[in-house]
């Protein structure tokens, strides 16, 4: 099938929108129609090699769509099914049995291997393979290839369109606080970072009846959105002693903080915020792979402190994405105010654009 995608060629090249071809479904695998697609931080690391993939290839890991066809073995998706695409795993392996999907211990080569795991390709372009399966999905497409496992069915009520990021980046924020942290109500959590993780944190949060939710931003309009969602306080970085101002707030430190940015200034000062027995979820992606950040031992060890890292929020995206849906259709988590649209074509101006700050999630839509 001919299809439109956004090919990365080189570190060095933008997006190239191109007419390529895509294989029908095998197996397990599920074909879907994209609707729209989130431009997840991941894909732009991939594109400037800070996570290392093979070109030419098809990025893109927060599709929705509708399914177009199905290999022999699917039994739970049908054509017309309304779907989220999301990380790929194995489901066999004792974290996948364990409702663990985000630790699978294949969840590397599955989600970062460019072809099926036979080796074959999924995607080609004048007979010459293209790299794809990012994710187990390559959305940046007007078609993506996923499986029975991660392709998940939602309830109709919600704008399809806005849906893909739920596969991703706001399930893994989201799921920070209410799944990972399981902060509990009454309890307080600062969030480094007002991007889409970090107001997706923020949602969680107040959804899991947090009393004080402070988020740290440095862009003005991202603390004003903060605050609109349910923030109790939101502070500028930029030049302030942060652990300060939060103990402001709170003199004997938050229960939890969250660090979005990967940036190793703000894990530290995280770190700081903490009070006795705090834990700090570790989410964001470092630009630079050899980043670092300290820890003093005796300060640890004196306020029991936790580091736990996060990959997807610890969520079961069967169970957890349609969560995420009921709570929007009952106006508690409101993703629709992170999200602005773009056609597909425009995928480098959406790149620009979320960089910038103009947008908070930019999605691309057919």
Known sequence: ??????????????FCVEEIEIDAPRGDEVRVKIT??????????????????AFPIVLGHEGAGIVESVGPEVTNLKPGDRVVMTFNFCGKCVHCRNGEPAYCTHFLPLNYTPTRQDGTATLCSCGVDINGSFFGQSSFASYALGNARNVVKVPEGAPLEFLGPLGCGIQTGAGAV?????????????????????????????????ETIILIEPMAGRRELGLSLGATHAFDPRGADVPALVREVLPAGVNYAVD??????????????????GVLGLIGVPSDANAAFSVSILGALSNAITIKSVIEGD?????????????????????DRLI??????????????????LCVKAVLVF
């Open 1 to 14: 099938m001919h299809i439109t995608a956004a090919v990365t060629r080189s570190a060095e090249q933008r």
């Open 36 to 53: 729209g697609v989130g431009l997840c931080h991941s894909d732009l690391l991939a594109a400037e090699q800070v996570l290392p993939v």
């Open 178 to 210: 209410m799944r990972s942290l399981a902060a509990e109500a009454g309890s307080s959590v600062v969030i480094f970072g007002g991007g889409s993780v970090g107001l997706s944190a923020v949602m969680g949060a107040v959804v899991q009846g947090c």
């Open 260 to 277: 979005t940015s990967g940036a190793v200034p703000a894990i530290q000062a995280a770190l700081l915020c903490l009070g006795a027995r």
């Open 315 to 335: 969520s079961n995206p069967e169970t957890y994405i349609p969560e995420l849906v009921a709570l929007y259709k009952a106006g508690r988590f409101p993703i």
């Open 340 to 357: 602005k649209t773009y056609p597909f074509a425009e995928i480098n101006q959406a790149v620009e654009d979320q960089k910038n700050g």
